[in-house]
């Protein structure tokens, strides 16, 4: 049995809490919240740089950090004030060590082979195009190129107080923030009210959703199906977090240390080497099974 967890569908709770349950309509709720902060902050940062001159990627980033952290602190007190069990809701059970290595093999292996699936994806739908038709309709609307420009800026960061935040935005607070947001209430939430396979979809929806912009939908939605499948099999919310972490931060360590073709959001696309993908591919089947198996032991251990 996974440590820490004595039963896993059915947590100890008091009799002055409850366990989580949510339709799909407040599961929106859940994900507006979130979009909601980070539009919010990212207006405070546009006036911060008209009234200090700070880099615009250093106030982005560092809007996100504290968007993110202001996010999980509301959802923390609306569990808190509906008497909600929290360690529940978040999945906040122990989990294996040995699972760390799979989570490691996974993640790098899933960042290149989503890399290629962004690199096809804006084969056919180019962000220059779509931001020419956006800019018929409104000329604020055409916001693609600039965030494929800012995705690169991102990755090419070498040193300084920007790299710094980078890391803690976009490697660290941003995974577990998503983790504990999708993984954690809303996956939770839903397999109460819904199967495991629509729990599964409508969460990986709404984070494909949250990523706002097409090109990353299908790569989060494929992405959020396995951190779902592995939250689920591990009843834990820390491999997820791990893995969501090791993805994020193989783009930084690959595109500084391993630079492959094809990895980083160039504007002239270049693809993964054929070869590669399938190493890739062949790996992170090896270690998703690694863990499906582990939980598959777990449960004939459990009996």
């Not at 967890?5 to 947590?11: A, S, V």
């Not at 693809?271 to 032991?297: E, G, K, M, N």
């Amino acid at each position: 049995m996974i440590e820490g967890i004595q039963n896993p569908t059915l947590p100890n709770t008091s009799s002055n809490t409850r366990l989580i349950e949510l339709g799909f309509w407040a599961a929106v709720l859940f994900v507006l919240v979130g979009s909601a902060s980070q539009m919010i902050f990212g207006l405070v940062i546009q006036v911060l740089q008209l009234i200090i001159h700070i880099n615009y990627l250093d106030l982005a980033l560092l809007a996100a950090l504290v968007a993110n952290c202001f996010s999980l602190l509301l959802f923390y007190i609306f569990l808190v004030i509906g008497k909600y069990h929290v360690r529940d809701a978040f999945q906040l059970n122990s989990f294996k060590l040995s699972l760390v290595i799979p989570l490691i093999f996974a993640g790098l292996t899933l960042q290149i082979l989503g890399s290629e699936i962004d690199n096809l994806f804006r084969m056919v739908f180019p962000p220059a195009a779509l931001d020419n038709l956006l800019r018929q309709i409104h000329p604020r609307l055409a916001v693609f190129e600039m965030l494929m420009q800012t995705m690169e800026q991102m990755l090419s960061i070498e040193s300084g107080i920007t790299l710094i935040i980078t890391i803690l935005s976009a490697c660290i607070v941003g995974p577990a923030f998503e983790e504990l947001l999708f993984r954690g209430v809303i996956f939770t939430g839903l397999r109460r009210k819904f199967s495991l396979g629509a729990a599964l979809v409508f969460q990986s929806f709404l984070f494909g959703l949250m990523h706002a912009n097409p090109w990353q939908f299908l790569y989060a939605f494929i992405l959020g199906i396995f951190l779902g499948l592995i939250a689920s099999w591990s009843r834990s919310i820390f491999p997820a977090i791990i893995l969501h972490i090791v993805i994020n931060s193989s783009a930084f360590i690959l595109n500084h240390f391993f630079p492959v073709k094809g990895l980083a959001s160039e504007e002239q696309i270049q693809h993964v080497d054929p070869l590669l993908l399938l190493c890739c591919f062949l790996v992170a089947s090896i270690s998703i099974f690694w863990l499906y198996y582990t939980r598959q032991v777990t449960e004939n251990k459990a009996v």
